[in-house]
Structure formats: structure tokens, C-alpha cells
């Protein structure tokens, strides 16, 4: 007597399902690896840009030092006397002083 082997039909919705099934265990591990790829190189070009803010806060500092050297009082009067200008205090009137 032989066995009867009894075929076992899937239906649509099974075969939609390990279809997907299939599909998320292939696409799945790609797409993490990308994710973290394109996460790496988001993070590389922060740090790239912060180190860039840093440099430019260092130039900026080193300029407003310039600036406050070069609008300073002794610096004006060494500018104006190379100019053949005199620094005369009688001529200075004060903003809302009565004349």
C-alpha cells in the first residue's frame, strides 16, 4: 500500500504574505546599512561645520580686539597728530550740553 501524499494548496494571501516576509528579511538589513551610513556622514559634516564656527569665532574675536585697539582714545590722537591735527579738549562739547 502506498502513502498518499496530500498536497497542501496556498492561498493568494499566504503567498502575498511570505512574499513580504521575504522582502523585509532582504530589505531590511540594506536599509539599516544605509541609514547608518548617511547618519555617519550627517554627523562627519557637523563636526566639519562646528570646527569651521569655532575658526570663525577665533577671527572674529581677534577682529573685535583690532577694532577696539584701533578706536582707542591714544590711537586716534597718534592718527590725528600724523594727520597735522591737534587734540584741543576745549573743542569738545558733550551730547545735551547747553551751549
Known amino acids: 500500500m502506498g502513502t498518499v501524499k496530500k498536497k497542501y494548496k496556498m492561498s493568494k494571501f499566504e503567498r502575498l504574505l511570505y512574499t513580504f516576509a ?3 528579511l532582504v530589505i531590511a538589513p540594506i536599509s539599516i ?3 547608518k551610513a548617511t547618519l ?3 554627523n562627519f559634516e557637523v563636526e566639519k561645520q562646528k570646527k569651521e564656527i569655532e575658526v570663525q569665532k577665533k577671527t572674529n574675536e581677534s577682529l573685535e580686539m583690532t577694532i577696539d585697539e584701533l578706536a582707542s582714545l591714544t590711537k586716534i590722537q597718534e592718527v590725528a597728530e600724523q594727520q597735522g591735527l591737534s587734540y584741543n579738549n576745549n ?3 558733550s ?3 547747553d551751549h
Open 22 to 24: 521575504l522582502f523585509l
Open 33 to 35: 546599512v544605509f541609514s
Open 40 to 42: 555617519a556622514k550627517v
Open 91 to 93: 573743542n569738545i562739547r
Open 95 to 97: 551730547v545735551g550740553e
